[in-house]
C-alpha cells in the first residue's frame, strides 16, 4: 500500500490566499452585482514596462528563426541576466559576488519553499510572527515543524513582532538553525536597519546557523541608508542566503522569474550549500524561459529602471493614500513607507477574521486578516498597495465611512 506524506495532513485548512481567494469567491457569488476592490493578495496590478515588452517580443522573433532559435537554456540562467544583476543589484551596492552565486528561477515563493531540500529535517527552525505563511508551510511539508496545536507548530520557534518590539524578531532563547527574515517585511511593512541584521548575521556566524533571507520587496526601500541586500552587512556570505524577485519590482507576478544567492563561502557539516543548491536545481528545474530572461533583464536598461521606477512611485502612493486614509479614520497603521503593505490594527479589538469579513460584506473590499500570517497577527489586517490608484481611494472611503 502507498504510503503518503503524513506530514501533509496536519496542515490546517487551506493556503491562507486560497482560503481568502474561497471566501471571496462565496461572496461574489452571492453578491453578482457588487463592486468589490481587491487589496488582499499582494499581486501587481499595472501592466508590463514597455522595455520589458520589447525585449520580449524580440526573444519571441529569435525563436521563430532557426539561426536563434533556443532549446534548454543554461541551467542556472542566462548570464546577460546573472551579469545584469550582479552589477545593477550588487556592484553597484558594494557587494562582490561571482555570477554563478546567481541562481535564476520562477519565484520567490518557489525557492522560499524549496530551499528546505538541502536542510536535514531535524533543523530547528525560527520564524517571525507574524510570518508569509510559505516559510511555515513548506517547513511542516517536510517534517521540520513538528504538530500544529493550539495555532501553533510544536517545534517552530516563533519570534513575535508586535507593536512593543516595533514589529522587529528578537534573538530567540533557543539557539535555531534555520532561521527566515524577510526586509522590507512581509506582512507588518517593517524593515532593518544596517545595525539590526549585523546583530543576526553576527549571531548566525557564531551559532552555525543559516539566515533565509528574503528581498522580495528591496524596490520599495524609500529611507536612505536601509541595506536592501543582506550581503552588505559583513561576514553574511558565511551565513545567509538571499531570494529575489522581479514579480514586485518589475511587475512579473504573472509572468515569472526571480534569483536566489548561495555564496560559495557558505559551508555547513563541511558541506557547501552553493553545491547542494546547484545539485538540486539541476535535478529538479528546468529554468525560467528565455523570453521571460530576455524581459527581466531589460528591467536594467536605463529605460527598463525608470519605467519600473515610475510604477514602483504609484503603487508608493497608493501606500500612502491608504496609511493617511486610515490612520485619519481613527485607525492604527504601520508600515508602507518602506513596503508595498500595510499593517493595520482592528479597532476595539475586533478579531482579524471578523474584521476582514465586516470589510468584505460592509465596505466590499478585500485584505488579508492578519491571524492568517500567524498568532502573533491576531488583532490586524493587512492591505496591499498593488491596486489601481482610483480603487485605492475608494477603498479607503468605504471603509472609513463604515468605521
Ligand atoms: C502576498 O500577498 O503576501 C504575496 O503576494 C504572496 C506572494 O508573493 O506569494
Known amino acids: 500500500m502507498t504510503k503518503i506524506n503524513a ?140 504538530d500544529y496545536i493550539n495555532n501553533k507548530w510544536s517545534r517552530l520557534i516563533y519570534m513575535p513582532c508586535v507593536e512593543e518590539n516595533g514589529f522587529l524578531p528578537k534573538i530567540p532563547e ?89 555564496p560559495k563561502a557558505l559551508v555547513r557539516d563541511g558541506a557547501s550549500l552553493h553545491a547542494l543548491w546547484a545539485r538540486r536545481q539541476s535535478t529538479k528545474f528546468n529554468g525560467v524561459s528565455y523570453i521571460v530572461q530576455r524581459g527581466a533583464a531589460a528591467v536594467y536598461t536605463p529605460d527598463g529602471q525608470r519605467e519600473i521606477r515610475e510604477n514602483i512611485q504609484y503603487y508608493k502612493e497608493n501606500a500612502r493614500v491608504i496609511r493617511e486614509g486610515l490612520s485619519a479614520a481613527g485607525l492604527k497603521v504601520y508600515g508602507g513607507v518602506n513596503a508595498p503593505y500595510i499593517w493595520c490594527k482592528t479597532p476595539n479589538g475586533t478579531g482579524s477574521w471578523d474584521f476582514f469579513d465586516r470589510l468584505l460584506n460592509e465596505a466590499n473590499v478585500v485584505t488579508t486578516p492578519g491571524a492568517g500570517f500567524g498568532p502573533s497577527g491576531e488583532g490586524y489586517i493587512r492591505l496591499t498597495a498593488f491596486g489601481a490608484a482610483q480603487a485605492t481611494k475608494q477603498a479607503v472611503e468605504r471603509i472609513a465611512a463604515i468605521l
Open 174 to 262: 533557543q539557539v535555531p538553525d534555520m532561521i527566515y527574515l524577510c526586509f522590507p517585511n512581509n506582512p507588518m511593512g517593517t524593515v532593518a536597519t544596517r545595525e539590526q541584521l549585523k546583530v543576526w548575521v553576527d549571531y548566525a556566524r557564531d551559532n552555525g546557523s543559516v539566515i533565509l533571507f528574503d528581498s522580495a520587496y528591496e524596490a520599495f526601500i524609500s529611507e536612505p541608508d536601509i541595506p536592501h541586500s543582506i550581503f552588505e552587512i559583513e561576514g553574511a556570505k558565511e551565513c545567509a542566503i538571499e531570494f529575489r524577485s522581479f514579480s514586485k519590482t518589475a511587475g512579473f507576478t504573472g509572468t515569472r522569474c526571480a534569483y536566489t544567492v548561495v
Open 7 to 146: 506530514n501533509f495532513l496536519k496542515l490546517p485548512g487551506s493556503y491562507l490566499f486560497s482560503e481568502i481567494a474561497r471566501r471571496v469567491n462565496a461572496f461574489t457569488e452571492a453578491n453578482p452585482n457588487c463592486s468589490l476592490i481587491r487589496l488582499g493578495i499582494g499581486d501587481v496590478t499595472l501592466p508590463l514596462a514597455p522595455s520589458v515588452i520589447a525585449a520580449m517580443h524580440e526573444a519571441v522573433d529569435e525563436m521563430g528563426k532557426k539561426e536563434s532559435f533556443k532549446g534548454y537554456g543554461p541551467e542556472f540562467g542566462y548570464d546577460f541576466l546573472r551579469q545584469a544583476i550582479l552589477e545593477h543589484d550588487y556592484k553597484a551596492r558594494g557587494v562582490e559576488l561571482e555570477i554563478d552565486e546567481i541562481f535564476i528561477s520562477d519565484g520567490a515563493k518557489s525557492d522560499t519553499g524549496n530551499i528546505g531540500d538541502i536542510f536535514c529535517t531535524d533543523n530547528i527552525v525560527a520564524v517571525c510572527d507574524p510570518v508569509y505563511p510559505v516559510y511555515v508551510d513548506t517547513n511542516a511539508m517536510a517534517g521540520r515543524a513538528g
